[in-house]
């Protein structure tokens, strides 16, 4: 019997339970739809290839004919499976609010067209919704949410594979990506290399310290059980193991919304008639502001942003300039290379002070203390920011102190800081109707 496998966040053949579960019933025909709706700028995009990429080829070495790429929803492909003896299909469950009405629309058609689909595991330790209260409700809040997934036994990663893959040529072309650290590479130089001063370091935009499995964990290159059962109980992994609590905390909260975009609680100001004009300086990396530009352009250019320059520019977008959190999040989503639906609008919620248990609204991120504390030597910026390369140290980060700031054509600041986090502060005052 053939049993088709849909691989979805998902990546990888090892130690994914869904995929065991397919092959226990006959013959695996792997396949992949592609989702030409979702925006995606280059090194986003690269990345997504190289993972379809690296999977093909772990199916061929397996003895597969390598991965099925389709287009279009699951509706549009039932035909093209069931024409190659496809007469059920299996997949790792998912979370998002989309990723679910998709799922429940394709369940829909496979019953109509009498095939079965089904849903195992996810890309989690624990599934959204598991970590509840001792009276079944969700936890609003990370620390206590923090305490109860740690008292939970975690699942070792599967150990078996698939003994037999559909292996007649089923001709597809997989772009070359990036030649990319495999997610077994990074886990090892994490644990020799990161772990035991990762919670002293991560921080510091200049130095190279965390693990970079954000990548690997969104496209399910690797699951979080692996990571889990090689650092739990090594030096330095508590800090580094509550990072991965981080991520299932915010999947479960989006587990729970019927839109990924929904603003919960108290909002934002209504935006200035002009913001399209900041939001494009902020964009750029053109708003004065060392530190945020140097981020703003590692995102344009790598499609990579360290996680405290992103809580720096968000804070910036949405306090200094008064910007919804919405339009930031979509820029994040189309360029980031580790881009999850789940983790980024949960951290713009959580920095704009509006998500679950979310940072307290009145903390507005000084960009040039942030730079100082994060960056003392100034090399990060100078990394990004050519035009402040004249800029020694730590003067980088405030080029209006200094005889070249401007020399080299770097912008002046587009607020004033002081006075866009008074603007603020008024502003949610206003809106939350408090005086304190
Ligand atoms: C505004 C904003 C947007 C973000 N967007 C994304 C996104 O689209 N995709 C994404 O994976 N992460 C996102 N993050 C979280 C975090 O910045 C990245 O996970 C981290 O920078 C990835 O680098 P790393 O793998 O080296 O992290 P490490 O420091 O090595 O952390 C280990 C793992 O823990 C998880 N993690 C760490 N911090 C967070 C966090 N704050 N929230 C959720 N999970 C976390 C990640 O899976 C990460 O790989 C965002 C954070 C902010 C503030």
Not at 134 to 153: E, I, M
């Amino acid at each position: 019997m053939t049993v088709g496998f849909w691989f979805r966040r998902d990546l990888r053949v090892t130690d994914n339970p869904a995929l065991l579960r397919a092959a226990a019933d006959g013959e695996v025909l792997p396949f992949f739809i592609r989702d030409r709706s979702v925006r995606m700028a280059t090194f986003r995009r690269r990345r997504f290839e190289a993972a379809l990429r690296r999977l093909d080829e772990q199916i061929r070495a397996h003895g597969g004919a390598g991965l099925w790429i389709m287009e279009g929803e699951f509706t549009a492909v039932l035909a093209l499976l069931q024409a190659q003896g496809v007469s059920s299909v299996f997949a790792t469950g998912e979370y998002t609010p989309r990723g679910r009405r998709r799922d429940v629309r394709a369940h829909v058609a496979a019953r109509a067209a009498g095939m079965d689909l089904e849903f195992h595991d996810s890309p989690y330790l624990h599934v959204p919704g598991e970590v509840r209260k001792p009276d079944g409700s969700r936890y609003q809040v990370f620390t206590p949410y923090y305490r109860a997934w740690l008292t939970l036994p975690k699942p070792e990663p599967e150990s078996g594979v698939v003994a037999w893959w559909h292996d007649r040529e089923l001709p597809q072309p997989v772009d070359p990506g990036l030649p990319d650290a495999g997610p077994m590479v990074l886990l090892s130089t994490l644990l020799d290399e990161r772990l035991a001063r990762y919670s002293d370091c991560r921080d510091r935009l200049d130095l190279d310290c965390t693990s970079h499995l954000s990548e690997p964990l969104h496209f399910g290159e690797l699951h979080p059980r692996t990571v889990w059962q090689a650092a739990a109980g090594q030096p330095g992994s508590e800090g580094f193991l509550r990072e991965l609590a981080w991520r299932e905390f915010f999947a479960d909260a989006m587990g729970a919304r019927d839109s990924a975009w929904q603003s919960p609680g108290a909002d934002q100001p209504d935006m200035a008639d002009d913001w399209h004009e900041d939001f494009e300086a902020w964009r750029e990396g053109r708003t004065g502001y060392p530190v945020v530009d140097a981020g703003m352009r590692q995102l344009l250019e790598t499609g990579r942003m360290h996680n405290r320059v992103r809580m720096i520019v968000a804070s910036f977008l949405c306090k200094d300039l008064l910007i919804h959190w919405q339009p930031g999040a979509r820029h994040f989503l189309e360029y980031l290379r580790d881009a999850d639906v789940a983790s980024n609008n949960m951290n713009w919620q959580w920095v704009a002070g509006i998500g679950p248990g979310s940072s307290a609204y009145y903390r507005v991120f000084n960009p040039v203390r942030q730079g100082l504390r994060f960056d003392p030597d100034g090399d990060y910026v100078r990394r990004f920011v050519p035009e402040l390369r004249a800029c020694p140290g730590a003067s980088v980060h405030e080029p209006w102190q200094h005889p070249q700031g401007y020399a080299d054509g770097y912008p002046q600041r587009i607020v004033d800081h002081d006075e866009a986090r008074t603007r603020y502060l008024d502003s949610q005052r206003a809106l939350r109707g408090q005086w304190n």
